[in-house]
């Protein structure tokens, strides 16, 4: 199984007056524009998935749909254990019931993403996994399914990256 982990865009600032909830908080209208072009970058590295499970907080769900509309990926499903207020343990458990064979998104949080591709990782990967920039993504390469250090990392790549592929 291959899972592409990505963080969320940009999202507007915290602000308990206008978002007494968080999880309502959107992607501001330059955090959309950029991830287009991050996400068109993506669909130039990889083919596309077989699902794109996403956190059910508003800026992840629509990162996840900017995914599904610019590079043509599936429809995301809501997936509560990608939610802000669990962390990577609950995300690996939910990785490893995955019964998939080929290539899953998952689209969260930080510090999740980051601490969940550390998990997954062996050893040697582990010191080239860098703190997920927003619309930042990863691609680890598990031989079987999600565990603690069964994934090879094959390639982290930082928004600016992703939308310079886009671009050329």
Do not use: N
């Not at 669909?43 to 900017?66: G, H, N, Q």
């Not at 690996?92 to 899953?104: K, S, W, Y």
């Not at 998990?119 to 993504?137: E, H, M, T």
């Amino acid at each position: 199984m291959e899972l592409l982990l990505v963080r969320h865009a940009i999202a507007d600032e915290r602000d308990p007056v206008r978002y007494p909830d968080d999880r309502l908080r959107p992607l501001t209208d330059h955090g959309r524009e950029r991830f287009r072009r991050a996400a068109r970058g993506l669909a130039s590295l990889v083919d596309p998935p077989e699902r794109v499970l996403a956190s059910p907080y508003a800026r992840t769900w629509e990162t996840a749909t900017i995914l599904a509309d610019a590079a043509g990926w599936p429809d995301p499903e809501p997936c509560e254990p990608l939610a802000a207020h669990h962390g990577a343990e609950t995300a690996l458990a939910m990785a490893a019931a995955l019964d998939a064979e080929g290539r899953v998104v998952l689209v969260g949080h930080e510090p999740t993403m980051t601490l969940l591709t550390r998990l997954l990782v062996a050893a040697p990967d582990r010191a080239r996994v860098d703190w997920f920039r927003k619309g930042a993504a990863a691609l680890v390469d598990c031989a079987g399914p999600a565990a603690p250090g069964a994934g090879r990392l094959v390639w982290m790549h930082q928004p600016r990256t992703l939308r310079a592929r886009a671009a050329g």
